[in-house]
Every structure is written in C-alpha cells, then in structure tokens.
C-alpha cells in the first residue's frame, strides 16, 4: 500500500513536470517573441534586460528551460501586469471561491442525478418512465454550460428578479472569510450553483441508471426478493452497489468540474480562478494566465491521485500493486 | 464444423458492412432515429443556409431615417429581429449552421482518425509502441481542456484553423485509450488466434477482424468527438475568444451577452441557444445507442 502511494505520488509529479514543459513550450517556444508576452511594454532597455535575466529568457532553448523550470519550482510565476503583484495573491482566495460552487454543486448533481438514475433504472425496462427519463437525460446532457447559465440568469434574476445575477455580494456587503457565512452570499451563489448542478445531474443520472440496470438481474437481487423484502428496499440494494462507479467517477469529475466551471464563472461574473483565467488571457497579462493555468491542472492531478487512492479504500476488490 | 464457416471465420469481415451493420443498428433505436433526423436537418442547412440567408452576417442595416436598425424585435422584413450593431439574426444563425458542421465534420475526420491508428497499433502491437502511448495519453488526461483551449487558441491567434487545431490536439487522447481496450479485449479472442494460424498477415487480422468488430466503439467514438468539438469551439467563442471573421452560434451569444441584451433581445438568444441544444442532443442520443450496444450488460434481456 505504501509502495504504490509513493509510485502513484511520484507519478504525479511526474505529471506535473510534463504539465510544466508542455507550458513552457506554450508561453515560450510557439509565441514569435515570448519576450512581448512575458515583459510589459514601455520599459526602459536596461530595465528589459534585467527582467529577461532574471526570467530566463536569454541563453540557449535549453538554458531557458532549466531556468524555467527552477522558477516553477520556487513558485515564482511573477508579477501579474494588469493587478501590478505577485500572481499568487491574486490566484490564491479566488481558489475558495471555485470550489464553494465546485463541490456543492457536483455533489447536488451526484445525489440528484443518483436518486432519479435509480427510479429510472429501477423502472420496467420499455416503460415510459424509462424512456422520458433517458431521453430527457440526453437532451440535457447536450446542452451547453453557459446555455444554461444565460437560461437561468434570464429567467430568475433579469425577468423574475428572484436571485442576483453578477459576482459573489452586494456593494459593502461583509468582507474577508465572514463574508461565506452571510445569507447575502448564499443568495449570490444559489443560481452559479444550480448552473453547475444541472450540467451535472444527466450525466450521473445515466451512469447510475446503467449500474442499477446491470445490477437489477443479478442472483443476490433475486435472492433479497425471495426473502419478502418490499420492492423499495430491493431497489435500494441496486442502488448501493451502483453507487461504486458513481463515488470513483466524482474525483475526476471534479476536476473536469474546476475545469470546465470557467464558463459558469463568467456568465454569473463569479470571481473564480477560470474566470480569472480568461480575463488575463484576453488583458494579455500572461503571468497570470500561465498561473492560473498551472493552478488547475495541478487540481486535476490531486483530484485523479485521491480518485485512484479512495478507489481502493472503497472496492476492496482492488489489489495494490 | 462445415468447410464453409471455417472460411469465413478465417477471411473475416469487409470494413464497409460492419459500418453498413451498425448504422443500420441506429434505426433499430427510435431515439437515434430522432438524433440523425435532427443531424440530417442541420446537415441540410449547413449546406443550404448562405443561400437561405436574406442579408450579409454583418452588414449593418439601417432604418429609413439612416439610423442604424438596431435591436429590432422580429418583423417581416427581419424575421428573427437585429442585434445591437443592427446584424439580421437570421442571416447570422443560418451562417453559423456552416461554421459548427465544419468544426464537428474536421474533428470527427480528425480526431478518429488519429485515434483509430494510434489505439488500434498500441493495443495490437503492445509492447514499447503501448508504453509510449500510455505515458503520453496519461500526461495528456491531466491537461484541463477548457484552459487549455482557452490559452492555446490566445497564444496562437484565434482562427478557425487553429481552433480546430487545439480541439484535436485535445480529444484525439481519449479516443485512443478507449479504442485500445477494445483492441485488446478483440486481439485475444478465439477467431484471431485461428487466423494466425492459418497463416493470415497482421494487416489482414487488423483490416478484416479487429477493426470490423469494434466499428461501433470507433463510432460512438466519433460522434462524442463531434459533440465535444461543438461545444468547445461554443465556449471559445462565447468566451470571446471564437475567430471574429465567422459568425458562429457561441459568438452570437457571446456579442448578445456582453452587450447586455440577454433579456431584452430574445430573438437574438434564443435561436443560436436552442440550435447548439438541439445539435449537440442529437449527437448525445445517436451516441447513447452505440453506448447500449457496445456494453452487453445492458442490452434488453
């Protein structure tokens, strides 16, 4: 066991390390000249150099890549352009703020999208409730994020005015860490929230269909039958056995969820590090885009790494090697 | 054993019917039914729409005063309306019918292809071709797609090349990965050891035993391709960051969005939303009886 957490650990870094060069290549090598990047402009000549010294941006290709790569590993991304400070203090709270509509948000879509794939599954094969139950899956597995994000925001803060529609409190609502327990931040997250529940129910609803559907033909379900239980608790016994590919796929799903959440960020104008990513993409403050960049994909390497670690913890059939 | 089924067994399957045989499969299945009917419909006006369309995309209409016709609610003369720059919608929505045909049709040629080769030769030949593949697509299933869609289309400029470019850099990996499982589990079946034994070559077994019996995993493959790549090049250009030379669906809702006319003008959100929904579901639902069929477990019984 812990051979293979330290096998899976420095596979991750591993990982990590690639993320870094395929970066560098990104940044450095595909751009004309990194340096209008990287470096702002309307800098005195001396000034220039310095920083180029100091980024490693003169040398050979490869001098370049081992400076890069010592800076990474300091954690020096340097100063974003556009906040005028290191970009660090600009990525680090907005992290919370992605993951206070991440998490609740996939675990909503989990459960919902449980409890209904299981009605589904559980339905006579043919029937209709089987039937609009995955048609109306796939239909709105197909539509896209930011579809349901102007739908909500159009319908529930412009038209019925029920929920704010913009960023995460009212102008001089509380600041700093208090601000998360004030109602008037709950209120800001309801809709971003539902956003992210609704990308995630059909897709769940699905996977947990498709387990309940497998597992509803299997000898141990007959057996519980033949014992007299009543048809709910049979169906629940299904149902928890379904549950396994559903808890493993969370992990990987919350990465993609960080990922792909950029699009929700912005249409609610929620301060999240994918939004930041897009606003310093089309400012051109690169330092942060690369930042905020390398942010995410080392969250979706630790979401697989604990994916792969908790899969074991709950299947034991799963032998470490 | 007759003479005769030896031979097949041993000659195969022709490409061209097993795709034959799983296209017929998606008949059987009313819901891809609905799908491709929804597909050939907006094949159809992808192909037709420019024709169909009254004005230029971006041309600029203006009133009879000489004022610029600017978020004109539907009318006779601009049956979906304008938009703040005073664009018809209709002509913009019909146009944007071409751009997500040729971002779906150029991932899905793309994309399976790249995926076909690689996952067919590394789940065949195993060995150090495999090793290479696995670490590659490891290191390339922990790249988030959207930031990265997102940076590289920045860093290269966004065109529609280059959009099309980053969407198969990004999908071919996973492709690849489920079409070498499927490899694997083909490779060690019964009838494959009997054709090599019978002397049959390795482009033989590939072309007329492994690839005909995983057509449909290579399909369903394909149209997840063509959604995913719809709804990647959406999002870049409802980030803003779509090719601003083509009129797209995600690049009408970006323009509808960040001028803030979301609720005002639906007749300029409504259409390219509902289009993306339609397509994309289409896709979903021919794509879910691949889904059916190629897991066993859940076939009618």
């Known amino acids: ?321 | 054993m007759t003479q005769a089924t030896d031979d097949t067994a041993i000659r195969g399957r022709g490409l061209f019917s097993a795709m034959r045989d799983s296209v017929r499969l998606l008949m059987t299945d009313s819901f891809a039914v609905i799908g491709l009917l929804i597909l050939g419909l907006f094949v159809l006006l992808a192909l037709i729409g420019p024709w169909l369309a009254p004005y230029e995309p971006f041309k600029a209409m203006m009133t009879e005063t000489g004022r610029l016709n600017r978020l004109a609610p539907p009318s006779a003369e601009h049956l979906l309306g304008t938009t703040a720059f005073g664009n018809d919608v209709l002509s913009q929505f019909l146009y944007g019918f071409r751009i997500a045909l040729i971002v779906g049709l150029v991932a899905a040629v793309a994309v399976g292809f790249i995926s076909t080769v690689f996952g067919v030769l590394s789940g065949y030949f195993g060995g150090y071709v495999d090793d290479v593949l696995m670490r590659l697509t490891d290191i390339a299933l922990s790249i988030p797609t959207l930031p990265f869609a997102i940076v590289a289309v920045a860093l290269l400029g966004p065109s529609i090349e280059n959009i099309i470019l980053v969407i198969t850099i990004l999908f071919w990996r996973n492709g690849a990965r489920i079409i070498r499982s499927a490899v694997l589990t083909e490779r060690e079946r019964i009838y494959v050891k009997w054709a090599r034994a019978a002397g049959a070559s390795h482009a033989h077994i590939i072309l007329r035993h492994i690839l005909p019996n995983i057509v449909r995993i290579v399909f369903l493959w394909v149209t997840m391709s063509v959604a995913f790549a719809i709804l990647t090049e959406a999002s870049l250009s409802f980030l803003g960051l779509g090719d601003p030379t083509v009129v797209s669906w995600g690049q009408m809702l970006n323009i509808a969005f960040s001028s803030g006319n979301l609720r005002t003008a639906w007749w300029w959100v409504v259409p390219p939303s509902l289009a993306l929904v339609l397509l994309v579901s289409s896709l979903y639902l021919i794509g879910r009886a691949y889904e059916e069929q190629t897991n066993p477990r859940l076939r009618r019984r």
């Not at chain 1, 920083?51 to 974003?80: C, H, K, P, R």
């Not at chain 1, 559903?246 to 919350?254: D, E, G, N």
């Open chain 1, 1 to 321: 066991m812990r051979a293979y957490i330290l096998r899976r650990l420095a596979q991750s870094v591993l990982v990590v390390w690639a993320v870094t060069t395929i970066m560098f290549f990104m940044f450095r090598v595909m751009p004309a000249d990194p340096t209008a990047i990287l470096l702002e402009r309307g800098l005195s000549d001396e000034a220039r150099l310095a920083l180029m010294e100091e980024w490693g941006l003169t040398g050979s290709l490869w001098d370049q890549y081992v400076a890069y790569l010592g800076n990474i590993a300091q954690g020096d991304f340097g100063n974003s352009f556009f906040y005028r400070k290191p970009v660090w203090d600009v990525l680090f709270p907005l992290i919370v703020n992605t993951l206070w509509i991440a998490i609740p948000g996939l675990l909503m879509g989990a459960a919902l999208g449980a409890a209904i794939g299981t009605a589904v599954g559980w339905a006579p094969r043919g029937g209709k409730l089987e039937r609009s139950g995955i048609f109306l899956a796939t239909v709105i597995r197909g539509v896209p994020n930011f579809v349901i994000g102007i739908a909500l925001l159009t319908v529930f803060s412009s038209t019925l005015g029920w929920f704010p529609g913009f960023g995460m409190g009212d102008p001089g609502a509380t600041t700093g860490f208090a601000r998360y327990f004030t109602l008037d931040f709950l209120h800001h997250l309801a809709l971003p929230l539902i956003a992210v529940t609704i990308y995630f129910l059909p897709e769940n609803l699905l996977l947990m269909r498709s387990g309940v559907v497998e597992n509803r033909t299997e000898d141990y379900i007959e057996l519980v039958r033949a014992k007299g239980v009543p048809q709910r608790r049979v169906a629940w016994h299904a149902a928890r056995n379904s549950m396994l590919p559903l808890i493993t796929w969370l992990f990987p799903a919350l990465a993609e969820t960080i990922a792909g959440i950029v699009v929700i960020e912005i249409v609610f104008s929620w301060p999240g590090v994918g939004r930041e990513l897009v606003l310093a993409v089309t400012r051109q403050d690169y330092p942060l885009a690369q930042a905020a960049f390398f942010l995410l994909a080392v969250m979706i390497v630790l979401a697989n790494l604990a994916a792969d670690l908790a899969y074991g913890k709950l299947d034991p059939r799963v032998v470490y090697k």
